[in-house]
C-alpha cells in the first residue's frame, strides 16, 4: 500500500518533469526567473480551482459551477472589493455561506450534485452578468501588488503553487479534520455511525471549495486586472482535469492535494509548450485534449503496477 | 410502482409518472408567457417551442441513454461531436443540391466513429467516461477548427427548406424528434437490449453475472449518443443555415439539464423518454417566458438556475413520499 501510494503521487510529478524538460528544450531562455513567471503565471488561479473542485470530489460530488463560481467571484473582486473593499468582503463571506449551505442541501435531501451545481452554474453566471454586463472593473491595488511581487530565488507562480500545495496537504492529508472529511467520500456511513454529521461535514466541505474557488477568483483579477462574467468559464472541466491528473478518483474520497496542484501546473505547461512547438492554432485544443489523454493513459499503467505491488 | 397502480384512480396513476412533472412545469411556463399577451401569439410560440425543443430533445435522449448506464456515465463531448458533424456534412454538400442524404450519411458516419473512439478510450484505456469524453471533445473540437476554416457553408437549399418547413403544422424537426423518440421508447421498454441497458445501469455487478454482456451494451450506448449528437448537429447546421463552431456550446448543460428535469434518476438505471421530450420544451418555454417579461440574460439566467433546482429538490421529494 505504501508502494502504491508513493507510486500515485510520481505519475503527475514525472508528468510535469518530462513537460518542463521538453519544454526548456524547445525554448532554453524559458529557464531562467523571468521565463518560469510566465510559464506559471496563469497556473494559480487554475491551481486553487483545482484545489476547490477536489474538496467536492473528495467527498464523492462532483462540482460544474466552479467555473461560473470563479468568474462571478473575479467580477465581484473587479468592482465591490474595488470601490467599497468592506462591502465586497461581505458579498464575498456570503457567496463561500452559500457554497456550504449548497453542501448541507444537496446531502440533506440527497439530490444529484451534478444537477444542483448545474443549476448553481447557471445562477453564479446570471449574479455575474447582472454585476457586469460589458468586461471591465479594476484590480484593487494591494491584490495586484501581491500577485505581481518579485520573491528571491523563485518566481511568485512557484512559491505560491508550493504555498498552496503544503498548507491543503496538512488540512486535508495530515490533520484530523481532514481525515474525517476524506472519510465521508470513503465510507458516508462509518461517519455517520461513529457519530459524526455527514450533512455538516458536506457543508464544510463544499464551505472549503467556495473558499478556495474565492480565492482563485481574486488571484485572476490580481494577474488580468480586470474581469468579465464569462472569465473563468473553462476552469470547470481545467478544474476536474488536475485532480484526475494530479492522481485523485471520482469516488472513494482518494484526492492528493499535492497532485491536484502538480495537475494544474502540468495543464498550465502544456498550453505554453504548444505555443512554443508552432503548432498551427487549429490544433492547439486538440493536443491538450491529446496530452491529457497521454497522461491518463500513463496513469493506467501506474495504477498496474500499484495492483502487482 | 407498477403493481400498485392498477388499483390507483386515473389521476393519481397519472401523478405517479415522473415525466408529467416536466410536462406540467412546460405547460406553465407556456400559460405564463400567453397570460402576458392575453394569448396572442399561440400558436407561434408552440411552433418555436417544438422547432428548438426538438434539438434539446435528440441530444437530451442521447445523453438519457448514457446517463442510464450508471454513477459516472456521462459524455461531454455532445457539443464538439455537433459541431465537427455539421462541418464536415455541409463541407461534403457544399451546397450543391440534392446531396441530402450524402451529407446525413456523413454526419452518422462521424457520429459513429466519434463514439467508437470515445468507448474505445474508456474501455481500452479505462478512463472514467467524464474525462475521457471531455479529453476526446478537444480533439473532435480541433478537427472542425482546422476543416473549417472560419467558411460558413450554406446547407443544400432542400435541406434547409426540410429543416424549416413544417408537415400538420408540426416543424419537421420536431417529426424527426419525434420518431426517434418513439423508437428510443420501444427499445427501452419492449426489447431485450433495453432491458439490459437498465439491469446494468441498476447494478453493473449484478447485471454481468445474470449473463448481460455490459460491455456491448456500454458500447451501443456510448455510439448511439454521438449518433444522436451527430443528428442534431446535421440538422441544426441546416435548419440555421449553416454549421458555426460554436453551435453546440449550449447543447452540453442542455442536455444534461432535460435528462434530469424529465425525471431520469441521475444515478441510472432508470429513464424516461416523454419526459426529456417534456424537458425540451420546458427549457425553451421559461427562457421564451423570462425573455417576454422583458428580464435581461443576468436575471433570466438565476431565475433558470433557480427554477433547475427547483424541480429537482422538488422531484426528489416525491421520490422520498413514495
Not at chain 1, 488571484?219 to 470547470?236: F, P, Q
Not at chain 2, 450543391?96 to 470515445?118: D, K, M, R, S
Not at chain 2, 448537429?233 to 443555415?241: D, I, N, P, R, T
Request: proline letters at 4%.
Amino acid at each position: 500500500m505504501s508502494f502504491f501510494s508513493r507510486y500515485r503521487i510520481l505519475l503527475p510529478v514525472i508528468s510535469l518533469a518530462v513537460l518542463l524538460a521538453a519544454t526548456f528544450y524547445m525554448q532554453p531562455r524559458a529557464m531562467s526567473y523571468f521565463g518560469l513567471n510566465l510559464l506559471f503565471n496563469l497556473a494559480v488561479p487554475i491551481a486553487l480551482a483545482t484545489i476547490a473542485q477536489m474538496m467536492i470530489l473528495m467527498v464523492n460530488d462532483i462540482d460544474l459551477s466552479i467555473g461560473a463560481f470563479v468568474s462571478l467571484v473575479a467580477c465581484v473582486t473587479a468592482t465591490f472589493l474595488n470601490d467599497a473593499p468592506l462591502l465586497g468582503l461581505l458579498i464575498l463571506a456570503a457567496l463561500i455561506l452559500a457554497y456550504a449551505a449548497m453542501g448541507a442541501v444537496i446531502d440533506a435531501l440527497e439530490l444529484p450534485a451534478i444537477v444542483v451545481t448545474l443549476g448553481m452554474s447557471f445562477v453564479w453566471g446570471g449574479l455575474a452578468l447582472f454585476i457586469l454586463p460589458s468586461p471591465g472593473g479594476a484590480a484593487p491595488g494591494w491584490l495586484r501588488t501581491l500577485m505581481t511581487v518579485k520573491p528571491p530565488l523563485m518566481p511568485m507562480a512557484v512559491v505560491a503553487s508550493i504555498l498552496i500545495a503544503f498548507v491543503t496537504h496538512m488540512l486535508i492529508i495530515r490533520s484530523g479534520f481532514g481525515t474525517v472529511l476524506r472519510g465521508v467520500g470513503g465510507n458516508a456511513r462509518a461517519i455517520s455511525r461513529a457519530g459524526l454529521s455527514v450533512t455538516r461535514l458536506k457543508a464544510w466541505a463544499y464551505g472549503l471549495a467556495g473558499f478556495f474557488g474565492v480565492l482563485a477568483g481574486m488571484a485572476l483579477v490580481g494577474l488580468t486586472t480586470a474581469a468579465d462574467a464569462n472569465i473563468a468559464l473553462r476552469y470547470t472541466l481545467l478544474s476536474i482535469a488536475g485532480v484526475i491528473l494530479g492522481g485523485g478518483e471520482f469516488t472513494g474520497g482518494k484526492v492528493s492535494p499535492t497532485g491536484a496542484v502538480i495537475g494544474a501546473l502540468t495543464l498550465t505547461l502544456a498550453a505554453s509548450f504548444l505555443s512554443f512547438l508552432r503548432l498551427s492554432p487549429d490544433w492547439q485544443i486538440g493536443s491538450q485534449g491529446a496530452i491529457l489523454i497521454l497522461v491518463l493513459t500513463a496513469r493506467l499503467i501506474f495504477s498496474r503496477k500499484g495492483d502487482a505491488a | 410502482m407498477s403493481t400498485q397502480s392498477a388499483s390507483r384512480t386515473p389521476l393519481a396513476v397519472l401523478i405517479s409518472r415522473p415525466w408529467i412533472w416536466s410536462w406540467a412545469a412546460a405547460a406553465l411556463a407556456f400559460a405564463a408567457t400567453l397570460g402576458l399577451t392575453s394569448g396572442r401569439g399561440a400558436g407561434e410560440l408552440a411552433y418555436a417551442a417544438l422547432s428548438f425543443g426538438a434539438f434539446a430533445a435528440i441530444v437530451g435522449m442521447g445523453q438519457m441513454l448514457v446517463i442510464t448506464l450508471g454513477p459516472g456515465n456521462i459524455d461531454l463531448s455532445v457539443p464538439a461531436t455537433m459541431t465537427l458533424a455539421a462541418t464536415l456534412a455541409l463541407r461534403t454538400m457544399g451546397t450543391e443540391p440534392g446531396t441530402a442524404l450524402y451529407g446525413l450519411v456523413i454526419a452518422l458516419a462521424v457520429g459513429f466513429c466519434v463514439g467508437i473512439a470515445n468507448f474505445a478510450l474508456i474501455f481500452l484505456l479505462r478512463l472514467p467516461p467524464i474525462i475521457a469524453t471531455l479529453a476526446a471533445s478537444l480533439i473532435y473540437q480541433s478537427i472542425a477548427i482546422w476543416s473549417n476554416r472560419g467558411l460558413r457553408i450554406k446547407p443544400p437549399e432542400g435541406l434547409a427548406e426540410f429543416a424549416t418547413g413544417r408537415f400538420l403544422g408540426v416543424p419537421n424537426v420536431a417529426w424527426v424528434a419525434l420518431v426517434l423518440a418513439i423508437l428510443v421508447w420501444v427499445l427501452l421498454e419492449r426489447l431485450t437490449w433495453g432491458r439490459w441497458l437498465l439491469a446494468t445501469g441498476q447494478n453493473q455487478r449484478a447485471a454481468r453475472l445474470a449473463g448481460v454482456p455490459v460491455e456491448a451494451v456500454r458500447a451501443v450506448t456510448y455510439v448511439s449518443v454521438a449518433i444522436f449528437a451527430a443528428l442534431a448537429g446535421y440538422l441544426l447546421a441546416s435548419f440555421s443555415g449553416g454549421a458555426a463552431l460554436n453551435m453546440g456550446t449550449e447543447y452540453l448543460l442542455m442536455s444534461i439539464a432535460v435528462v434530469v428535469i424529465g425525471g431520469c434518476s441521475v444515478a441510472g438505471g432508470d429513464s424516461n423518454v416523454p419526459g426529456v421530450w417534456g424537458a425540451a420544451l420546458f427549457m425553451f418555454l421559461v427562457v421564451s417566458m423570462l425573455n417576454s417579461y422583458g428580464t435581461g440574460a443576468g436575471v433570466r439566467n438565476v431565475l433558470t438556475g433557480t427554477i433547475i433546482i427547483c424541480i429537482v429538490i422538488a422531484a426528489s421529494t416525491r421520490r422520498a413520499r413514495q
